[in-house]
């Protein structure tokens, strides 16, 4: 066990994947010497060379057809998008071929791409630098789609993105890039990449969230715990597919549903899981799920963000309307 | 066996004599670069001369072969698809020289990214009667194993293929081999971001790759001086990639073309750009109605300088032409077109479940209970209870 | 009132378009000289020339980039993607662009973009020829997404579109483009944009569909008569913003839904209808909402296209379903 | 007042004699064009020459002043940011002349498109200091109404705006007008498919529209060697748009560059490339560490080619410079720097329900319903009942 930075347990996980296996390739903007604008492959271009942690010139769709061939060439290319906002000019590559090879091709030719994707708002930054596209990736057959909360997830999963022989996209909560947490590089027995993790248990309300919000989440448990409300804190880990049976699980144990992403709320993936958990739990739901997600705006100017992007207050309130209960919001401010 | 005869990577068509090769293409005149007149005159172009020294009579009678070949199941392709066989077929007719030339002068261990149309590419690959129609039929994605013949599935997304092309070839170099990739595409696929990023790439790492385009002077309907101002070769070398300019429908030019290009990629020189400038002799697809914006007498002038009687006028010129073995050949061609009937004729519709298969190497719960349901739901049909 | 195809409509309706307004243009893929490969801009650039009509060099992205250009100078463009497939390389300037230069302005500059999309399968077409896009655009912030299931709102819809000053995704169902209709020229007082229509009344299951599966939907109302069954069929006719209002009408009468889409299951539309409507209906739902829709893989190959495609059959049944009744498929085969 | 001194379309400069400018670029020297070397010597290049011979000293004197400003504005809002005032800034250091000279070569009517760098061209097009800094302090994602002054709101997605320039500059022709339009964008964005694909729009339109590249070297860490093989200038001629290579950090030269593609433009001869070769003396943004990447001779040698410095010892040879005069535009810099610090300060945030406005032109029911449920919310903490 070692106490690492989210960005330094990513770091980590890839130098054990490039050591690990000749095949797997980094390719990026920016991610040789000067180590990634986050510096999540700081020193990897210096200890593998430029063959193995390549920078490539200013062009995203360009990369991610470059990891097909490479793919079609039986490397295991991981491509940095920079920022959540750079991903759309290589969604036509991702959506078109790296999640239609294999299955284009009957099977015979796989595409064991990862796709890192720094997303999520909160840090300030300037347009097209806090976006939450996962729903674009999640609607997507073909691709599987995972997002850590902590750093021993990043850590294993950047490592089992990899080892896996579908595409992957692993979206990365940036504004939990620099807390700390320890992780064990031991992987021993580690949860599948498909699986969620109950990690606040609870009996009241389900709570599901992934990314950036799972913290902000287990805090609006604890604030509840006061209350004497019990919420189970659902990290879901994988966002396509989702584990459905670990919230099923947990919605059968509470009858109620609060789903959060900062994503837009149309036709996110709140919606899915509303949709996906009233299909499996009509029977046992005491409450219409809710959604406590960014508006149907673009993402706005960064004075505003924190009216866009759901915080404690804002899923306490989600949590207090599926209970019936009186918002006791005033009262969570004033304390 | 028929197969044989169609195989690729044969040897008489893949050796490049590379001590011959310059080490970068010769300089570009303005007209295509023509080693065979419309007339079937050789005319001497030195530097391409070299490295198809070895193209005997009998080895041209073998494109010319491939060439009457490919036309022939090209015709009979559409000709399925006009009985309702085929859902759709892009036809290559007047481009044989270009996808025979360039495709017989790879190696079995060079890989193939091609766009919907380079059906004769397929044949020099190896692909069987069978496979060139799965597609068109509607039986399957691919046509083939991509790895089977070092080809990829035809790419439908114009312009794609080019970064894969490209991807695939820097694997090559990475891997410490002399392999090359080769990447098909047209006249209008050079508008697109895609294209452009792969020349990017390729001249950033040196890849050894080949941007063959076929400039067949329409995109659908649109006339290549809608795309492009200046030949499409003249992009390329701003992009620090040298290009070719050839007469597509001159097939001893392409082969020397593509193996000046092919020589310097194994060489570690990096990428060439090969424009081959040829004429789409009928529709764009069988879909397409080329009387809406094609001009008659453009179309004739085109006709004029089709790359198989060209090669038949060579052939007899020098005294190489037999009449039994056009005779072999037409036979040939006719049974590999019977071989693609028939196999079209075979192909069974796939099994609706096979509908969930392969979209992950590993299947997911989501998916696998979609599969279930549609099964149990299958089964009501049947008889069956859910 | 004239007798036309969906195809015919639309031609009609870009022609009106043209006539009425100097500032709008069309531009798009063979759009001119050939009308279009589906033949919609049929005779468009003859009568008013290729300054209006414009050919588009191959590029999605720049006809898409190109159209903001046109728009901030003042121009309402009109852009032709050829098959739905082939709007992914767009995508980039649509999200990032089309859909928020009012928002990042401010409200300034104004984005009457039309985007034509043929959508849709069932033609027995190659791969990329088939596609239900529509999930993705949704999920836009600054789109407005329609489509129409009939010659009539074809033609009032391009009008609209063209004459509303936000982008607007015109998804046009290529496989009910030769359906004949009746079609009034002069509009009248036309349904606006964003409004969903009942289509077909009725009293025990509400059954949303838009596009091609709205005649698939009123063929299955109309089989489940004779079963004694009443489904009241909603065409959304807008996809973003949907008309929730009108759908959440038909269930507090019906208290059940079953919403349709040939788009892949997850994360589609049908996630949204159905997460909206239980928050909004969830004390009168007598049944979980059901979805009828693509599976979850890549369009498949055209001879099992049929099996992807929600048809009349898989309607019944799921409207069966949240009736909690037996299945009476095989009776329906049978008759 | 100081808004007078800054405006943009100021007669010194908005001119082009339009006699003397010939019809296409003058033919491409290997070294970029240079008028006023390092050393403040003018150095002839008659084809350029003709076209700034209205730049007497009064004018060249009017460009130093722009030039010494932004170089003042950008070094305070570097300072506000380091006081964490603004969330970032991309600093222009070293880009001046390359911004001054072809934005003052601009007129009113034109249009200009740009990415994040180009607050210069932003001051020039007639910014007022305030609206420099809001983007980067985060209060409104637009620092200003377009319209007003005739220039896009900064784009971030690298090298997006290059087609809306295009578009703009279709419309333009469309509309009968001769207005130009101009995309300003880097060498990193020449990689771009976007920046390829309005390259063949403007081609295959004859767009009236100008591509400035300003070669700064760098992509935040990449050298332009990654992106391009030869000078991204060489490029343009292969698609039929023809190009300039001007030194970026000569005031004149861009100047010269840019209204010879301007006339070009309006008399209908379309598109027109240049590539402005200069140097990003700062790092890529405020968050950046260019110690990490950057050669320190290497960035020594290019202080040395500073465009500020030069002028200054042209004006200087000339007998034209006045230390005086040199005061004055110290003083109007420090009180731009002071206005745009005061204006920083005075920022308001926004107000929250702001978010829900200019979605669409007219709102819609779901984003509605938005914005009073979250109305509601808010008026929970204020003590309003929901
Ligand atoms: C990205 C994309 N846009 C549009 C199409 C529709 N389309 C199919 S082929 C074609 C023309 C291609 O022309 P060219 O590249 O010259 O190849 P050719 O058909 O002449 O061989 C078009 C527009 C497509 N397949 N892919
Ligand atoms: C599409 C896209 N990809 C990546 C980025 C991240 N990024 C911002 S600036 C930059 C480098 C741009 O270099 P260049 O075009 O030379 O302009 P310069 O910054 O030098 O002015 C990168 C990679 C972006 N903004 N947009
Ligand atoms: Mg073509
Ligand atoms: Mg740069």
């Not at chain 2, 050079?190 to 329409?218: R, Y």
Request: charged share 25%.
């Amino acid at each position: 066990m070692t106490t690492m930075t989210m960005v330094g347990a990513l770091n980590s996980g890839l130098r054990r994947a490039l050591d690990d296996d000749d095949t797997v390739v980094l390719l990026g903007e920016d991610i040789g010497r000067l180590g990634g604008v986050f510096r999540v492959t700081d020193g990897l271009q210096r200890d593998f060379g430029p063959d193995r942690v390549m920078d490539a010139p200013l062009a995203e769709a360009g990369m991610m057809g470059l990891a097909v061939g490479l793919a079609y060439r039986g490397f295991r290319p991981v491509v940095e998008i920079q920022f959540d906002g750079f991903v759309y000019p290589a969604l036509d590559q991702l959506v078109t071929q790296v999640a239609r090879v294999h299955y284009r091709t009957g099977g015979a030719v796989r595409m064991p791409v990862t796709v890192r994707v720094p997303f999520g708002g909160g840090i300030g930054a300037v347009e097209h630098h806090s976006e939450s596209p996962e729903a674009y990736f999640a609607h997507t057959p073909g691709l599987r789609v995972v997002t850590c909360a902590n750093p021993q997830d990043a850590h294993t999963m950047i490592r089992q993105a990899i080892a896996c022989d579908d595409p992957v996209v692993l979206l990365e909560p940036k504004r939990r890039y620099w807390v700390k947490g320890e992780v064990d590089e031991d992987l021993g027995d580690p949860l599948p990449l498909g699986r969620a993790r109950v990690v606040v248990p609870g009996s009241d309300v389900t709570l599901a969230a992934y990314g950036p919000l799972v913290v902000t989440a287990r805090d609006a448990a604890l604030a509840a715990q006061d209350e004497g409300l019990s919420i189970e804190v659902v990290d879901l880990r994988s966002l396509s597919p989702v584990d459905l049976d670990t919230l099923e699980a947990s919605v059968r144990k509470t009858g109620r549903l609060v789903v959060t992403h900062e994503a837009q709320r149309s036709g996110g993936l709140g919606a899915e899981i509303a949709a996906s958990i009233v299909e499996r739990c009509f029977d046992v739901l005491k409450a219409a799920p809710l959604r406590v997600t960014g508006f149907d705006v673009p993402y706005p100017a960064a004075k505003v963000e924190d009216h866009f992007l759901p915080d404690l207050d804002r899923l306490l309130d989600a949590v207090d309307q599926v209970m019936g209960r009186a918002s006791s919001l005033t009262g969570w401010r004033a304390s | 066996m028929l197969r044989s005869d169609v195989s690729p990577g044969r040897a008489r068509s893949s050796k490049t004599p590379s001590s011959k090769t310059p080490s970068s293409p010769p300089p570009r005149a303005d007209d295509p670069v023509q080693l065979v007149t419309p007339d079937g005159v050789r005319r001497e172009e030195p530097a391409y001369d070299a490295v198809v020294a070895d193209v005997d009579d009998e080895r041209l009678t073998a494109l010319y072969e491939d060439m009457v070949v490919v036309r022939r199941f090209d015709t009979e392709a559409v000709a399925l698809q006009r009985q309702g066989q085929l859902g759709l077929w892009p036809p290559l007719l007047g481009q044989e020289a270009a996808q025979v030339g360039s495709a017989r002068a790879l190696r079995a261990d060079d890989f193939v990214f091609t766009s919907y149309r380079e059906n004769a590419v397929a044949y020099c690959r190896g692909a069987r009667p069978v496979d060139l129609v799965r597609v068109w039929r509607g039986t399957a994605l691919t046509g083939w194993d991509p790895r089977s013949i070092g080809m990829a599935t035809p790419q439908v997304m114009v312009g794609a293929q080019s970064l894969h092309a490209t991807g695939y070839a820097v694997g090559c170099a990475k891997a410490g081999t002399d392999s090359v990739a080769i990447a098909y595409f047209g006249d209008g696929a050079t508008s697109k971001g895609d294209v452009h990023e792969a020349m990017v790439f390729a001249a950033s790492l040196a890849a050894p790759v080949i941007f063959f385009c076929q400039n067949n002077q329409w995109a659908i309907s649109e006339p290549v001086g809608l795309q492009a101002q200046r030949p499409v070769a003249d992009r390329a070398p701003g992009m620090g990639i040298p290009s070719m300019r050839v007469d597509g429908n001159d097939v001893l030019a392409v082969m020397a073309a593509t193996r000046i290009a092919l020589d310097r990629a194994r060489r570690g020189d990096g990428p060439t750009f090969i424009e081959a400038v040829t004429y789409r002799m009928g529709p764009h697809t069988t879909s397409d109605d080329p009387t809406r914006y094609v001009d008659p007498p453009d179309a004739a002038r085109w006709a004029a300088k089709d790359p198989i009687a060209r090669v038949e006028r060579l052939l007899r010129a020098r005294g190489a032409w037999s009449d039994e073995r056009a005779r072999e050949i037409t036979a040939t061609a006719d049974a590999f077109a019977a071989e693609m009937r028939e196999g079209c004729y075979g192909l069974p519709d796939p099994d609706p479940m096979s509908l969930f298969d392969h979209v992950f190497v590993e299947s997911s719960p989501t998916l696998e209970r979609q599969r279930s349901e549609h099964a149990a739901y299958l089964a009501m049909f049947t008889g069956g209870e859910r």
